[in-house]
């Protein structure tokens, strides 16, 4: 009875032995070496006590980024859960209460954190890691080519994926090549934006959309030219050209002309009472029969639009050339330089022999059956198409034959009359 009593009280004194450092661990304060991390083969962790008030949780790997949190440390040993201070590559500086926090060398594999306080400064390495990949910083995004032109001046030239840019800079009249030249921006040039004067200078960005722009500067009646570095031709957004206005008829009728891969495009217009909207294409390259208006070579790649106003049949053609198609674009059509339906039909030749042959060859004379448009249109929509769109004369010259034909007649009668009598 008594050994067994006696066995009981030695196997729990040892069991209470064996518990008491494990429950004290879970309250003791942090200890100064270095924690080695569970994830061996990803981030290094280390721990270091900074005083007797303040720790620091340190991470680095080849896969994270290098990363400082400094907590307090209460009176018992306790940390605080929420970090006083946090620092990485972002973010490599804080100050708390005087004392500045560092993390210095933060884009290299060996960083380190230094802090400073009471104006002494103690160092603490990171665990090793991978360097940073070096990100543009904000000079390189307006870095060049520098080139002086003059009057305390210099031209910054860029040609990267902005883009052609010529920033013109104050630098002072003693600056040479190899100075600094991040100073003072005057104006910049780029295809948006291809002139600007400053102090008397212009600036001109030549050859903008292609892939070697050139600034010319201007001053007194001479110009030097800069090169910018070579860059890419500019890829047009949209392959319609801007739109090219021509007014082809009296009471502001208007014909809005444009260019795109399609084609050209004539869209008329008259504004005021009446309004009246008309489309010319490749397609429908012709008005209405009521008024000479018509593409002259629509599948060439240099197309006219001919017109005429009011006036009568001596009234002159006029032509209006279209816009030409934007640089890079190119035509979904076999371009042809053919004339189709272009100008009027040529007045007969009096070398033409025959007065019937002559009458048969004209177009028939066909009564005007088109309407003429109203409101502003009617004040350049005069003539019917037969007589000032053709101006081949048909009805003059028929007439003109039958008058010939009734004279030789007479000529011959007569003279059959001088035989009988002879």
């Given at each position: 009875?008594?050994?067994?009593?006696?066995?009981?009280?030695?196997?729990?004194?040892?069991?209470?032995?064996?518990?008491?450092?494990?429950?004290?661990?879970?309250?003791?304060?942090?200890?100064?070496?270095?924690?080695?991390?569970?994830?061996?083969?990803?981030?290094?962790?280390?721990?270091?006590?900074?005083?007797?008030?303040?720790?620091?949780?340190?991470?680095?790997?080849?896969?994270?980024?290098?990363?400082?949190?400094?907590?307090?440390?209460?009176?018992?040993?306790?940390?605080?859960?929420?970090?006083?201070?946090?620092?990485?590559?972002?973010?490599?500086?804080?100050?708390?209460?005087?004392?500045?926090?560092?993390?210095?060398?933060?884009?290299?594999?060996?960083?380190?954190?230094?802090?400073?306080?009471?104006?002494?400064?103690?160092?603490?390495?990171?665990?090793?890691g991978k360097a940073a990949t070096p990100a543009p910083s904000e000079n390189d995004r307006y870095a060049g080519q520098a080139v002086y032109i003059g009057n305390g001046?210099?031209?910054?030239?860029?040609?990267?994926?902005?883009?052609?840019?010529?920033?013109?800079?104050?630098?002072?009249?003693?600056?040479?090549?190899?100075?600094?030249?991040?100073?003072?921006?005057?104006?910049?040039?780029?295809?948006?934006?291809?002139?600007?004067?400053?102090?008397?200078?212009?600036?001109?960005?030549?050859?903008?959309?292609?892939?070697?722009?050139?600034?010319?500067?201007?001053?007194?009646?001479a110009s030097k030219s800069y090169p910018l570095p070579k860059g890419k031709a500019n890829t047009p957004s949209s392959c319609?050209?801007?739109?090219?206005?021509?007014?082809?008829?009296?009471?502001?009728?208007?014909?809005?002309?444009?260019?795109?891969?399609?084609?050209?495009?004539?869209?008329?217009?008259?504004?005021?009472?009446?309004?009246?909207?008309?489309?010319?294409?490749?397609?429908?390259?012709?008005?209405?029969?009521?008024?000479?208006?018509?593409?002259?070579?629509?599948?060439?790649?240099?197309?006219?639009?001919?017109?005429?106003?009011?006036?009568?049949?001596?009234?002159?053609?006029?032509?209006?050339?279209?816009?030409?198609?934007?640089?890079?674009?190119?035509?979904?059509?076999?371009?042809?330089?053919?004339?189709?339906?272009?100008?009027?039909?040529?007045?007969?030749?009096?070398?033409?022999?025959?007065?019937?042959?002559?009458?048969?060859?004209?177009?028939?004379?066909?009564?005007?059956?088109?309407?003429?448009?109203?409101?502003?249109?009617?004040?350049?929509?005069?003539?019917?198409?037969?007589?000032?769109?053709?101006?081949?004369?048909?009805?003059?010259?028929?007439?003109?034959?039958?008058?010939?034909?009734?004279?030789?007649?007479?000529?011959?009668?007569?003279?059959?009359?001088?035989?009988?009598?002879?």
């Amino acid at each position: 009875m008594r050994t067994a009593l006696r066995t009981s009280i030695v196997t729990a004194a040892l069991a209470g032995a064996m518990l008491v450092p494990a429950a004290g661990s879970a309250f003791a304060a942090p200890a100064p070496q270095a924690v080695t991390s569970t994830k061996a083969a990803a981030t290094q962790a280390k721990r270091v006590v900074i005083n007797k008030h303040l720790v620091a949780d340190m991470t680095n790997s080849a896969t994270e980024a290098p990363s400082v949190k400094i907590f307090i440390l209460d009176e018992d040993g306790t940390t605080r859960p929420k970090p006083l201070a946090s620092l990485d590559r972002g973010h490599t500086k804080q100050g708390v209460q005087g004392t500045i926090f560092t993390l210095t060398k933060a884009e290299t594999a060996e960083p380190v954190l230094t802090v400073f306080e009471n104006g002494v400064t103690t160092s603490f390495p990171l665990p090793k890691g991978k360097a940073a990949t070096p990100a543009p910083s904000e000079n390189d995004r307006y870095a060049g080519q520098a080139v002086y032109i003059g009057n305390g001046m210099v031209a910054v030239l860029r040609n990267q994926a902005e883009g052609p840019e010529a920033w013109i800079r104050s630098v002072g009249p003693q600056w040479k090549p190899g100075d600094p030249y991040m100073f003072h921006v005057l104006t910049m040039l780029n295809r948006r934006q291809t002139t600007g004067a400053v102090d008397g200078v212009s600036l001109k960005l030549t050859k903008a959309d292609t892939a070697e722009p050139v600034l010319v500067v201007t001053e007194g009646g001479a110009s030097k030219s800069y090169p910018l570095p070579k860059g890419k031709a500019n890829t047009p957004s949209s392959c319609v050209s801007e739109v090219k206005h021509v007014t082809v008829g009296a009471g502001g009728m208007t014909a809005d002309l444009t260019m795109s891969p399609k084609g050209p495009k004539a869209f008329v217009y008259a504004e005021g009472p009446g309004d009246w909207t008309l489309t010319l294409d490749r397609s429908h390259p012709k008005g209405p029969d009521s008024y000479y208006l018509r593409i002259i070579n629509p599948n060439s790649a240099q197309p006219v639009l001919n017109w005429k106003t009011q006036g009568g049949e001596n009234v002159p053609i006029k032509t209006a050339s279209f816009p030409a198609l934007p640089k890079g674009c190119s035509f979904e059509y076999k371009v042809t330089e053919e004339q189709t339906g272009a100008e009027p039909a040529a007045k007969p030749s009096s070398a033409t022999t025959g007065v019937t042959t002559q009458t048969q060859a004209q177009t028939p004379v066909r009564a005007q059956t088109a309407v003429v448009p109203k409101g502003a249109v009617a004040a350049g929509a005069e003539l019917p198409v037969e007589t000032v769109a053709d101006t081949d004369d048909s009805t003059t010259l028929a007439a003109g034959a039958g008058l010939i034909a009734i004279v030789a007649a007479l000529g011959a009668s007569v003279l059959r009359r001088r035989r009988n009598h002879g």
